[in-house]
């Protein structure tokens, strides 16, 4: 590539930074190769492949350039120091996760405000004096490398937890002792998706093999097994468990029961579906038992009780429901059911001798209580529309804790009494804002085929329907990932001046089930992009909002919804905001984890599915000469789930093919990944960016602002 000399880089800042508004950018060059993949007799042209080579020095100068480009744009927009201060200033209040009792301890997270990462407290029962346990941020200099897991042995002895830095799915195990607080010799590494399962004076992971040096963050992420490891020793000991050489794709985990009588080992083809296995290891048993040998359902282990295993599952129920297996007699046609299928059963909590399920009911949660046969003991009442989550404990547990939200509800922790089923305010928000003025309203809008899709909106109390409003309007729309109500802080900034956001719970997600999922897979995903076009032009028709003054987002299977809604409609939106995108459908499985997507969207590598990724691949429908919207790209350099190469690629051919004064520019982050694990100041670095190309973009005023 011919690096763009001094000069060159001088006159392009200097061009952003004196360009007057209806200018169009000057981007940087990005080299062309004769690249041509031919897949089943069709030629397909990749000529910014040598960007997914993310550790060569041309494609690092190239993030460079891209990045100068995009700062320079950002320090022409004078009210982005306001709009940083302003989330910095909701931002900065203490805020606290769920407890969790393990022995006579309880754990829980805690940031005081603006602290990079949350600080993990112990406290020995409800009253006692909550003491720094783990605090992250000791562990680096600028606070990216974040906790990403952590479990205590059930002797309440052992503290196992994992570390991620600059948002890598890669993890490394250590492990310290509870009582005083003393780090043990234990290292692991190499560890990919994987859990911390206890087991006597040791506990089970997953791990690939090391990757080749400098691929750690591209090569596909093959040869999955699983270990386990016994505290104090090296973990060159540790032992093989499973695993499955003749099937390299497969990634494998294990887990154990409460009570340490049975091991699981579950068996992964892609992200719907696996096998589930077990052994009794109080009795002994050598060799695993199957409980279902194919991937096609989803096995979710609740608890046991003797030698009966309760199991949340798809099998026969597309919203789920809870069978019994008997360990003695663990085929199909022994299975029990317990709760039958209703609507669709996000989880179920097995805590106080009670099983506590959580559903959704037209994206909304409802709990319910049930005994161990089935019986229906009554309900939870939660404080309105909204979701709950994180109802966890052991089985004996009468108290346990749940976290309830929504739109214009912060986040709130409540204290649950299993036994007489009452629920009381633990930890209410200390966040510094005025909800009262705003409202959340459903509505249901048809789909470009009759389906009937729900959406929620939120806005200011008493706003004009003029079609003058600026809209966010958020989607994701697969993997059966459900979108529910839930604040957020950083929605908020966009709210107060004025702004409306809009949730579309398209299809592909699991908000009605799995066949609310199906509905928008493989060779039906195109179901999605016209769910997602067709609540953009409801809130044009209702007069919500116009084009000129609509913007959409999503991330990752969210930023292939974004990419392939401008490609198809660019006329609809002015602003796009892809993060972290899944966007050359034709080689997403070539990368890390990304063969396991392939259940959900199809293969290149098939005739059929080829020819329908290839036409609405977000890459490879990118026309010349069309006035796309005004288009931040965001990605981050640690980013080993989706890749910075589908970004990188899309970015080039946009800035190459747009027409018209709309900027196309990317935003690459430095030592992040995809998404968990960010410190606090590059979460609220990144959404000043968000909101201030989104205010400047759809001419959006702060308040006060002349």
Not at 103 to 109: A, I, K, P, R, T
Not at 186 to 198: E, M, R
Not at 255 to 271: A, C, I, M, N, P
Not at 528 to 538: G, H, L, Q, T
Request: net charge neutral; proline share 4%.
């Amino acid at each position: 590539m011919k690096k763009l000399s001094v000069l060159l880089v001088i006159l392009i800042l200097f061009s952003c930074k004196n360009k007057k508004p209806d200018e169009k950018m000057i981007y940087p060059e990005t080299k062309k190769i004769e690249q041509i993949d031919n897949y089943f007799g069709i030629e397909v042209k990749d000529p910014y492949a040598w960007l997914e080579n993310d550790t060569a020095t041309e494609v690092e100068q190239w993030v460079k350039e891209q990045n100068k480009v995009t700062n320079a744009y950002f320090d022409t927009i004078t009210n982005r120091k306001k709009i940083k201060d302003r989330l910095t200033e909701l931002w900065n209040y203490p805020k606290y996760g769920l407890p969790s009792r393990e022995g006579e301890n309880y754990f829980f997270f805690k940031n005081d405000g603006l602290q990079p990462q949350s600080v993990l407290y112990i406290q020995k029962g409800l009253e006692g004096k909550a003491e720094v346990f783990l605090d992250p941020n000791k562990l680096s200099d600028d606070g990216s490398i974040a906790l990403s897991t952590y479990s205590v042995s059930n002797c309440g002895k052992y503290f196992a937890y994992g570390i991620s830095r600059s948002g890598s799915d890669w993890n490394e195990f250590f492990v310290k002792e509870v009582e005083s607080k003393k780090m043990l010799s234990d290292h692991i590494k190499w560890v990919k998706f994987s859990g911390i399962s206890w087991y006597k004076n040791g506990f089970f992971y997953s791990r690939f093999d090391k990757p080749v040096e400098g691929k750690e963050l591209s090569a596909k992420n093959q040869n999955h097994k699983v270990y386990y490891h016994i505290i104090g020793t090296k973990q060159e000991s540790d032992k093989l468990i499973y695993s499955d050489p003749s099937h390299p794709d497969r990634s494998f985990s294990a887990g154990v029961s409460e009570d340490e009588k049975f091991l699981f080992l579950f068996g992964y083809e892609s992200t719907s579906g696996h096998s589930v296995y077990f052994k009794n290891v109080e009795k002994g048993d050598r060799n695993f038992r199957a409980i279902d040998e194919s991937f096609d359902y989803e096995y979710n282990i609740i608890g046991s009780q003797g030698d009966s295993i309760f199991i949340k599952t798809n099998n026969g129920a597309d919203n789920f429901k809870v069978i019994s297996v008997n360990t003695n007699n663990p085929e199909k046609e022994n299975w029990r059911e317990i709760i039958p299928e209703k609507e669709t059963l996000q989880s179920v909590s097995f805590v106080g001798g009670k099983l506590i399920a959580e559903y959704m009911v037209d994206v909304v949660s409802k709990a319910f209580i049930f005994d161990l046969s089935g019986k229906f003991l009554g309900g939870l009442k939660l404080p309105g529309p909204g979701s709950m989550s994180g109802i966890s404990g052991k089985k004996e547990d009468s108290i346990v804790f749940y976290s309830f939200t929504s739109f214009t509800y912060p986040s709130t922790i409540f204290k649950y009494d299993v036994k007489n089923n009452i629920s009381e305010v633990y930890r209410e928000s200390e966040i510094k804002a005025d909800l009262s003025d705003y409202k959340t309203e459903q509505i249901f809008y048809e789909s470009k085929d009759g389906t009937k899709v729900p959406m929620f909106i939120t806005h200011k109390k008493g706003i004009k329907l003029d079609g003058n409003n600026p809209v966010l309007l958020y989607g994701y729309g697969g993997f059966n990932i459900s979108l529910t109500p839930s604040f957020s802080l950083t929605n908020l900034v966009f709210l107060e001046n004025g702004g409306i956001y809009v949730l579309a719970n398209i299809r592909g997600g699991g908000e009605y089930g799995e066949a609310w999922h199906k509905a928008g897979m493989t060779l039906k995903k195109q179901n999605v992009f016209d769910d997602f076009i067709s609540a953009a032009e409801y809130l044009i028709e209702k007069k919500y909002t116009s084009s000129e003054k609509l913007a959409i987002r999503g991330g990752s299977n969210g930023g292939l919804l974004v990419g392939a809604c401008i490609t198809q409609r660019p006329e609809l939106f002015k602003v796009a905001l892809p993060a972290v995108g899944v966007m050359d459908m034709l080689k997403f499985h070539k990368f890390t984890i990304g063969h396991h997507w392939a259940e959900e969207y199809g293969s290149s590598d098939d005739s059929t599915q080829f020819r329908y990724l290839y036409a609405y691949s977000p890459l490879h429908n990118i026309r010349k000469d069309v006035k796309y919207p005004a288009t931040l790209v965001t990605t981050a350099d640690h980013d080993d789930r989706v890749v910075p190469a589908h970004s990188f690629k899309f970015i080039a051919t946009l800035q190459e093919k747009q027409t018209g004064e709309n900027p196309v520019i990317i935003r690459i982050e430095e030592k992040a990944g995809h998404g968990s694990g960010k410190p606090t100041e590059q979460i609220i670095d990144e959404y000043t960016d968000i909101w201030t190309f989104v205010f400047k973009n759809l001419g959006m005023k702060l308040i006060n602002e002349k």
